[in-house]
């Protein structure tokens, strides 16, 4: 199984410019879903909720601003990072003005390298793991670039899916995920997996990282799901 990828959904109407966006994506090892317009969008946004929004602003009917502000005002989408794209220079200014709480902003014509940067960069921050990030929990280290995981001097052994649960963990100590989020996140939505698959998995990431002593660091919450610490 590959690891986890993060989700780009690409809001714009223009197929050109769509497919390239999608094909510089997906070269960079992104998965991606596209829609052509904004209410086309927000429902993507509703079936499967991705891990970032490239969102054009000049869309048909309802614009780019407006889609970027329901999402940001909706509590589940808030922290769905956001990149606008515009135009021109004094099209950003204003939509700036009109603060809608897209977290970058990009100007067309973009150079790909430099979207690719502010893709990653919005990702480092809500999905550290994914872009080769460094993730520190007590005395777990998780190196996703090497894929090795230590706990305190010593090596964890983890299979791929054990890598990758202690992964969507260490994202988000202390949060409580259930097991179907647990499955969407590490598994993929396409893939059908029995919830008990997760018990198992999740039993052998505690035996795993525990192998030389130390405290079972996952934590089993009655009735919702898992967390870490
Ligand atoms: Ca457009």
Redesign the pocket.
């Known amino acids: 199984m590959a690891p986890p990828q993060p989700n780009v959904l690409i809001v714009?109407?223009?197929p050109a410019q769509r497919e390239v966006l999608a094909y510089n994506l997906e070269a960079e090892g992104y998965r991606v879903t596209r829609a052509e317009n904004g209410e086309e969008a927000l429902i993507l946004v509703e079936e499967d909720t991705p891990d970032l929004i490239v969102l054009?602003w000049?869309?048909p009917s309802v614009s780019g601003i407006e889609i970027c502000r329901q999402l940001k005002t909706r509590s589940e989408t808030r922290g769905l990072p956001i990149i606008m794209l515009s135009a021109r220079s004094e099209e950003v200014d204003r939509v700036r003005g009109l603060e809608t709480g897209a977290d970058d902003y990009v100007i067309k014509p973009y150079s790909v390298v430099e979207l690719m940067a502010r893709v990653r960069l919005q990702l480092r921050r809500t999905r550290p793991s994914t872009v080769g990030e460094r993730l520190e929990f007590d005395d777990i280290v998780l190196d996703s670039e090497s894929h090795k995981v230590f706990r305190g001097e010593s090596l964890v052994k983890l299979g791929p899916t054990e890598f990758r649960l202690l992964s969507t963990f260490m994202e988000k100590p202390g949060r409580v995920w259930s097991r179907e989020q647990l499955l969407d996140r590490v598994w993929g939505r396409d893939i059908y997996v029995d919830t008990r698959t997760v018990d198992v998995h999740i039993g052998r990431l505690r035996k795993a990282l525990c192998a030389n002593g130390g405290e079972d660091p996952v934590r089993t919450v009655r009735g919702a799901g898992y967390a870490l610490g």
């Open positions: 714009e109407d223009e054009d000049m869309l």
